[in-house]
């Protein structure tokens, strides 16, 4: 069956009374706990999974895959309007979408997320139709060394993530690496730093340390600074209208970003988070005005936002043609497949077609959903900003406890997500910028794995690195994004110096 | 009064998630004639996240009881998540004698105390029945010369350092030891094995791309890539052919002369100093439920082996297995 035929059989699915129906419930439901600041699609297909037993498999697939996306698309919007980062993979939203709300442009700044998602989603889901086949190759091309190439690459935009002092960035940055050391060793088995314990195990899931660093810094902040705040409704919300200069500005971001975002998400591992911060970093790093972005830039909101819903599209490339969860949300997505008796494989797209393709085909419907639901609502969303602030504090405060608390029903996570809120708050007091301890906390335990695995596999020989193809250009892409800034700026001074 | 929706939303949903997790945490003890009857609802703990092998166990397990009426009261499904285990040992652990709190485990409950993971093992707990057996697989790529297990193991003892093995538990644990312990029987040095722990998803696709040499992972993750023609199995920890599609294709390690098997063995436990009267009752009711026809559909949908033993044999049987994964694990210079 070639893509075309493929896809008649999949839109007939979709495109069924059933298929609409359960693509609604599944972005609706989505979008609203992606909203919620903590609640990501995990916790949304976990609690999905029950309802669906006894339901034909094809119409409950496509809905849990609307509550993923659906998560993911509606994540930007405490991330924008609260700094509280609605999923694991909406925190470089907030990088530029917070200072635009705080600029009195929420209402605008949810518009470019929501156009800029409807824009990621649809682009990878055309590249899903006709290259997921073809792309279950690249899902598996990356072993342990490209991994580590790739990390490597990531890891050396530290310096571009951060505004001021580089000194104070790095140590952010390995802040952040050693505290993702903490927990279960798993190459040794070994525990490393836990002090026995068992809470530490695991070491910090992701959320608490992105809530903790940014929501309760930033509820800290606000407590502290509430004098200079005192915006009236109509400044607040904005006008929601993006202009066509706007469209222009976004355009580029987008586009690339989409191809960007939708790669990353095909490699098991990597996913939406990787996927946002790299592209906020991409566009940063080839904008002619770098220093807008962090200010509230148009590119900033959606190179993120079109690469995050890129990746999750991206994400169901190695679930549906490999079988292979790359996430832990699509580990939980495989289990409620299985749940209703489909083992998705390399052989899911014969075997069952109508369920390959019908995922696929209702992620352009579920896009077209989110766009028209999303942006109706967002004037409604957008006055939430004048919700007194005591109680948007409190409200904020209440969803990042209930969030790290859905997480593994754990006390002690809340106990560590205040701690990284005075951490964060330290942080912002010292001005030590957060995103590089994010990004170093991200990446950094990825790529000691990866360089351990590496290490293992060869024996001790670090030539691993540079014999084979994909991680020798990956590091060379990474050596050179280090050198080349350095470089440029030297001659320029020395250009200025001659003057 | 519009801006008050999403508000409204969010304090209901949050009322739901704050909902699914209501705990019982009254511990009361029934049975004063001698048999036990549960006069309230059963809480039934998966000690990992939805979605993993534990989770589906308990899950259907939960539902058959419910559906086939066979215990009457409801049985509720709780995730408690983290430390491999570790933290919902603890927290059953801590339920001590109360016949209302029944969790599910398997080999790990083992692996982990054993490698100074958890503070309680499979000794802490009330054995209730075991109801599934699962085995291991070794499998290859599909364009691997070797094609049986003795062609692997005839590398790894004259070449041990050009043979690397993926899994996806950390050393020490089941992906690992399954391994070590049928390569040792074919005379494999155990301290020589190069294993890597991939936690990330990664495994598979790192045989696939030839990182690695041999992906040590349970049966039912390779059987659709078997049918693809991706990989092929080089053997299985059964002790006999297993039965099904695919499945039947398998090598056992045994048929190949390597006299050693693994089981990865699927239970129900209880907190300590769970009553007699309570342990009896359980036990009947679990096998019951193991022979009934709404549980053998379970089994088929998911591929589980029926594998019922009582308290007593759960009991034997675990500590057998115990003193051998010590015994392998001291060897190989891991655990306490």
Known sequence: ?499 | MKKTIFTTILAASALVFAGCNSEEAANENTGESGAFEPSKNIEMVAPAGAGGGWDTTAREVARVFGETGIVEKNMTVINKEGGGGAIAWAYIHGQDDSPYNLFVSSPPLMFVPLNGQSEYGHEDFTPLANMIADYGAFAVSADSEWEDLNDLFDQMKEDPESVTVVGTSSPGSMDHMQFVRIAKAAGVDPKKIKYVSDQDGGALTSVLNGSVDVFSTGVGEVVEQVRAGNIKVLGVTAEERMEGEILSDFPTAIEQGIDESFINWRGFFGPPNMDQAAVDYYEEKFKELSESEEFAEVRKKYGWNEMYLNSEEYEEFLNNEYKEIEVLLEEIGLGN
């Open chain 1, 1 to 499: 069956m070639n893509a075309f035929d493929g896809m008649i059989t999949g839109f007939q699915v979709a495109l069924s009374w059933e298929g609409i129906l359960f693509v609604l419930i599944g972005v609706i439901v989505g979008t609203l706990i992606g909203m919620m600041p903590g609640l990501g699609p995990i916790s949304a297909i976990a609690i999905m999974i029950p309802i669906t037993y006894g339901m034909d498999p094809a119409p409950a697939l496509v809905m849990m895959a609307g509550v993923y996306y659906g998560a993911v698309f509606g994540g930007s919007t405490s991330s924008i309007l609260l700094n509280a980062p609605g999923i694991s993979g909406t925190v470089a939203t907030a990088f530029d979408g917070y200072p635009m709300a705080q600029q009195g442009k929420a209402g605008k700044a949810l518009a470019i997320a929501a156009i800029a998602s409807f824009f990621g989603g649809t682009v990878s889901v055309i590249m899903l139709m006709l290259l997921a086949p073809a792309l279950s190759s690249v899902a598996i091309s990356f072993g342990p060394p490209a991994y580590f190439a790739l990390m490597l690459m990531g890891l050396t935009a530290i310096s571009s993530l951060s505004e001021g002092s580089t000194i104070k960035a790095m140590i952010a940055a390995v802040a952040g690496v050693m505290v993702v050391t903490i927990g279960i060793d798993p190459q040794t088995g070994t525990q490393r730093f836990t002090f026995g314990n068992v809470n530490l195990f695991d070491g910090f899931d992701f959320l608490i340390i992105a809530l903790g660093l940014f929501a309760i810094a930033e509820v800290c902040m606000l407590v502290l600074n509430r004098k200079n705040r005192s915006l009236s409704d109509d400044q607040k919300l904005g006008s929601l209208k993006v202009t066509r200069a706007d469209l222009k500005e976004m355009s580029g971001p987008m586009t690339r970003q989409s191809f960007v975002g939708f790669i990353l998400g095909v490699l098991p591992g990597a996913g939406a988070t990787i996927a946002s911060f790299i592209s906020y970093i991409f566009e940063k790093r080839i904008s002619k005005n770098p220093e807008e972005f962090g200010k509230g830039s148009i590119k900033g909101l959606a190179a993120p936002e079109s690469s995050n819903n890129a990746a999750t599209s991206g994400a169901f490339v190695p679930l549906l043609s490999l079988g292979i969860p790359g996430s832990g949300t699509t580990a939980v997505m495989l289990g409620a497949f299985l749940v209703l008796g489909v083992q998705p494989g390399p052989l899911l797209m014969t075997d069952r077609p109508e369920i390959f393709w019908g995922i696929i085909a209702s992620m352009y419907l579920g896009n077209i959903f989110l766009l028209i639901l999303n942006l109706p609502l967002i004037p409604y969303l957008a006055k939430i900003l004048s919700i007194p602030r005591p109680l948007l504090i409190s409200l904020v405060i209440m969803f990042s406890l209930i969030g790290v608390y859905s997480i593994s029903f754990n006390v002690f996570d809340l106990y560590m997500l205040l701690v990284f809120g005075a951490l964060g708050f330290a942080m912002r007091v010292f001005s030590f910028p957060a995103p590089p301890f994010i990004l170093a906390f991200i990446l950094g335990g990825m790529m000691e794995q990866a360089f351990r695995q590496s290490m293992t596999i060869s024996n001790g020989n670090l030539a691993i690195f540079v014999d084979s193809p994909l991680p020798l250009s990956l590091i060379l892409i990474a050596f050179f994004s280090l050198v080349i800034p350095g470089l440029l700026k030297w001659r320029s001074r020395r250009k200025l110096a001659k003057m």
